[in-house]
């Protein structure tokens, strides 16, 4: 979902773009009009975070899921074991992809929680010469999130914050490397937005291919190859928004209202139900359960007359889940209750 | 460049896609209603190309470069040694990153004649057990382009067309793979298109990160990640565009007149110089050089005031260029031609 105020500016200006008479997809990514977007889009994103100076941010495709790949190949020596968390089907796929280039200790895990929970331990004491500690701050599917950031030391800590990245202030400094696939908060599909401490680039193994590359993409502005020119002029357009609306700290108050008014509802309706510890849900994926199991496809259908769609559990575990990101206005969790209302009085 | 007709398409799109009140790219790329998306565009790229079904097409994310990279580890043991064609700067890219994963013999080379031909050469006898040929079948920067399908007898035949592909008819049967970055003649940037023989895919070597491993995502019909739907989308326009406008031999024709009447001009102006090999000018990208050099940048300021752009050449080789695309109407090149003997009446 995207702001619809972002989706009519850029209905407004996909034939004719700042009076070029062309549209944006049409202007090479070496001109200085689109360099102009893209420094923008950075200096924007910059300044919504407050992302030290001696961070570089890149704007490259493959999704978080060639970054499970880019990492270990660009933060790690070959014989080094990598340190990740085991919270669901995301961090079990970042770990799988590192493990074709190093070993990997798995050093903490809610597995035995059927990842329903995160870790208890806060604190990491990590072997000296462990590159980095990875984990997912959202587990999309599994619908929990970390209610805190993990220390790791000195350790770089790594997190796959595709669904949480601009849904609240961070402290970027806490982190070694943050990534982000675009298509929750960011914008479309087909751009991932990495964060990265520049100390930490410049080693990287020689079977890394180019594209790949921070430090060689950091030294050409994301430009190594010819970057998703229109992803990155919507995610300008998002960050303007963004910023408009007052910045993380008001996005982040909204999400936190959003995600309470529903999960406050779910537990009170005597009907539905959340899966997942109550510390640790998910402000952006809000799984839930109905009393009878048997009227899921009658749920997702009368929801979807209703103009509710998209509710239907990850197909791995099943149940509804609500996606509620940046986009969705308050007043769409307000009609996802009052629907809820309704249908648990028909049929509960 | 994209054609006019596709672009206003996707204005009207832009906010509401087929009566479902959301944007294209605010849809779940496993929706039903994206997978029909994604299928018509394969079904159309098949029809226009007469793609034969032991074909695979696939639509993933990183340009022509991370494929330079995917192929050698999706097709190619390690020890086993690559065979290359080196015509230009792309070319040279290609063999670079292919030097990180395998041996490279470069079987043919223009570089003594700075890339202003083509090899002489059209068949290969190649050692046996040589994974592919590969060869660059259009160099954008100098302009070169294969004027036939290099012979490779048994060894299957690897082919850059980021340039030339949907730019008239090809014999697919003659490829053991074709890719293409889409934002010449597909669509925008962020999308690659990979169409691959299927018998050579399945023997990836095991450090090829998930997302460029050929046969996951034939397996997962390009979804083994988040594909760029809304390029995917966009692409699915032109392929539409392109059967409208009579298919690929009509869009050949029109190509091949283009060309010819820009290059006779050209030729004949006394004035403009083409500096590549008659029988290898490029249908899509025509360097030319003014008699008198220093006026280059007088040249490129005039033509922006008449609202001919993007005409500076590669800041690699200098002169100008014009890109040609399927986009560009015969117009278009009446319009610069008109430009051209303008100038030339004004400073030769």
Redesign the interface.
Known sequence: ??P?TV??Q??RE??DWQAS???V??I??R?AAFMSVAQTAEADLRALLAIPDRYKVLFL??????Q???IPLNLAKADATLAYINTGVWSQKAIA?AR??NPVTVVADSAAEKFMDVPAARHFDLAEGTPYLHYTANETIGGTEFPYIPDSGDTPLVADMSSTLLSRPLDVSRFGLIYA?A?KNIG????TVVIVREDLIGHSR??L????NYALQAAEGSM????????WY?AGLVFKWLKAEGGLAVIGERNRQKAQRLYDYIDGSGYYQSPVASHCRSWMNVPFRLADATLEGCFTQEAAAA?L??LEGHRSVGGMRASIYNAMPLAGIDALVDFMRGFAARYG
Chains 1, 2 share one sequence.
């Open positions: 979902m995207l619809v989706l009519e850029a209905g996909l034939l008479g062309m549209s997809m049409e090479s990514h001109s495709q493959g999704g978080a899921t060639l499970f790949a880019a992809e074709r280039y696939g298509q479309p599909s087909g751009l020689p079977e291919p180019a594209v790949m190594a190859n010819t970057p998703p020119t229109y992803a919507l103009g769609t998209n």
